[in-house]
């Protein structure tokens, strides 16, 4: 069975859990988290020496860090990666601006807002930035939503997935999503996929 | 024939022209820029939303933007993706470690270096932690290609492509390549690619 080493309430580490209960897949959960060091101790730095979550641990032992390329690895052959060449990189397309556009801004404004440690980060000229940019990231995504249902096209992909894990919580971090009905409608289809599950258990 | 729609002087609009003549593809060239406003312009943005170069645009039309989604449509099929599913999803792994762990420092530490509109942004503070951030994710790197010729294992493929173009001019930044000399070696390696171009003309 494969492991997922990763910190629950972390959207990046939500992603594989969440694609992995849509396939189907069975795994096991290891929590780490940078929160209490867990990220930087010497025993998870030699599986990633990036030092980050989440981390996909085979069965073998062979192991695969960045979330987007979790994903990718875990729809390989399945409905969850579009088999249309042009399609396919549509789908990667908006997992790299997820990376560069949207994580960076949305992901870590709610870090900022939600980690006491973080707490002295959030100077307020930073935190506008990061609403501006949020904003940005979130406007691009309902400009694409308006005009498909999913992000790659007419079916849910592993690019959804990456897209749900920090659109979802999006207000947590300070952003309104009722400003963007496209993307609060497409929140809505992922969540209607058979499957589903949510972030933090009930 | 394709056409890429990009910066001279951007490593990300490097990446497909540097993998377009490792294949061999044809293509056309036209310049835009974030320096003149060229990305802001409402003709620009029609296409790309996200105001972003490099932009990939088909023959029939079709865009694609975020260089290493270019690189990967671009390599679909030949060498440059690797055909096992592992070594793909490692090549992917080091795509995503480039645009969050490593352009946004490496990278920006040479725009603001390098581009007088951005110097007002390249405050002391700024360029320390860009400097100790980019150390790092070079320091990652170095681990990984003390023990791989490439960096999704035996055989170049796109990783090294979109790892190249702001690794081989980190100095630019104040980066110190001679600190990290299995990166060193692998940048050579990469220069003898046949077919190799570097990013500005000679």
Redesign the interface.
Known sequence: MMTIHGMTDSGNCYKPRLLMALLGLPFRHVEVSFLDGGTRQPAFTAKN??AKVPLLE?EDG?V???????L??LA??TSYMPLD??E???A??W???E???H??HVAVRRSLMRYERLADQATPARMQTLLEQGNKAL??ME??LAGTPFLAGTAPSVADIALFAYTHCAEEGGFVLEDFRAVSAWLDRVRSLPGFRPMLPD
Chains 1, 2 share one sequence.
């Open positions: 020496p990036n085979l062979r695969l860090a960045e979330s987007n390329a979790i990718c690895y390989d052959g060449r042009y396919r990189a549509v990667l397309q997992m790299f601006f990376q560069y556009s994580e960076p406007s691009v400009t694409r």
